[in-house]
């Protein structure tokens, strides 16, 4: 491996102190030497660090095989072989569909109203204090009970299965990753053997008792696409809000600018979705092949964050600033090719409502004094847990 391929890169690393999770990753691309680096961190793998590279490696599935997502392979990969995620085209279609029956804009419909009123219900119990821990109090609140409500499970349940799906995308070492997936399994066996044969319509319900090539899931995929769609649910959307409120907190020029037009809200949110993706997923080489002037080995890992996409500046001019009106926006948030994330609708019906209700009840608002973010890297890289005030 020549020296100059090699940089010391660590994806489960904190973000340094005074840095941003973006900034970091821009730094990132401008002190490598290449686009596509070794690190020797997490069983050694490769890392794309240029927007074109990383929509390749997602999407091209005949050279970069999505059966290992995670690194390290032999322990968040081998864990996490899920489905449909881990199935390569045209054997994860049929998967595929039951998700996207579920989650589509039909579907979905009867769901609206629902984070219409927990939205408001959340923000007005902690209007009148003038304050909120904003993780705690709304971001892990509201899209995980709407998800929750759509898979029906007790909410009880909620802090067990939370920190679950973050042991697979931010471990602490409290869990490992195959104790992670047995846990997940053992809570999923005896709701998925309660919903067989039954007429519930909730999505787990529906998804157990779909059909895939003309023939009923087994048990090991009823589970395994069960838990794929419970660590979905319970973690991106969380750190999309809180990325967004923390950036709302800071630009007092463009939160009143909405607030004075909410008409503005749809581009802003597309403007959020391409600003700040958090995603870094990974692909399993098929064969021996030549790539952007290295050797890659079957079976070798190649990281490609959706976040590079967005700031590289041949997609989208400054792409650090937040800008209203831009004329492109190139991002790949929610994923790229077969895998792209089935519960994008989802995620921007409860942005866009959050933004409206949000800013039409506490108009003005900004992080406690003193306080300064903090980010958490990992496969969903996190804003630290922060609170805003506002005047009562």
């Not at 690194?71 to 072989?81: D, L, M, N, Q, S």
């Not at 579907?107 to 984070?115: D, F, G, Q």
């Not at 319900?205 to 069960?226: F, K, P, W």
């Amino acid at each position: 491996m020549p020296a100059d391929r090699v940089f010391d890169f660590d994806i489960y690393r904190d973000v340094p102190e005074g840095s941003t999770l973006h900034h970091s990753w821009r730094a990132l691309m401008d002190q490598v030497a290449y686009p596509v680096m070794w690190t020797p961190h997490n069983g050694g793998h490769w890392v794309v660090l240029r927007g074109d590279i990383s929509d390749v490696v997602m999407s091209d599935s005949e050279r970069f095989s999505n059966h290992t997502v995670l690194v390290p392979k032999e322990t968040a990969g081998e864990a996490y072989r899920l489905i449909p995620l881990s199935l390569d085209p045209p054997a994860h279609q049929p998967f595929r569909k039951l998700l996207n029956d579920n989650l589509g804009p039909k579907p979905l419909k009867p769901v609206e109203s629902k984070i219409v009123d927990l939205t408001v219900s959340l923000i007005e119990g902690f209007r009148p204090n003038g304050q909120c821990d904003f993780m705690h109090e709304f971001a892990e609140k509201l899209p995980v009970q709407i998800f929750m409500q759509i898979v029906d499970l007790p909410i009880e349940d909620l802090p067990k299965l939370k920190h679950l799906a973050d042991q697979f995308t931010r471990p602490d070492g409290s869990l490992t990753y195959p104790e992670v997936a047995q846990l997940f399994r053992d809570y999923l066996m005896p709701v998925i053997a309660e919903r067989r044969g039954g007429t519930g319509e909730d999505m787990i319900s529906r998804m157990v008792n779909g059909q895939v090539g003309g023939r009923e899931l087994t048990d090991v995929e009823a589970q395994n696409i069960c838990m794929q769609v419970l660590v979905g649910g319970l973690d991106t959307v969380v750190n999309l809000l809180s990325f967004t409120l923390s950036w709302l907190a800071q630009d007092h020029d463009l939160r009143r600018a909405l607030v004075a037009d909410p008409a503005l809200i749809d581009d802003a949110l597309m403007e959020f979705l391409r600003r700040f993706p958090v995603v870094s997923s990974s692909r399993e080489v098929r064969d021996d092949i030549e790539f952007e002037g290295v050797h890659l080995k079957s079976g070798d890992m190649v990281m490609a964050p959706t976040i590079v996409v967005t700031l590289d500046e041949a997609n989208n001019d400054d792409p650090l600033d937040f800008r209203l009106g831009r004329k492109a926006r190139k991002h790949s948030t929610f994923g790229r090719g077969s895998h792209t994330c089935p519960g994008a609708h989802l995620a921007r019906m409860e942005m866009k409502i959050v933004l409206r209700e949000w800013l039409a009840r506490i108009p003005e608002f900004r992080l406690a004094e003193g306080a300064e973010l903090r980010f958490t890297n990992g496969i969903v890289g996190s804003v630290k847990p922060f609170i805003l005030e506002w005047d009562v």
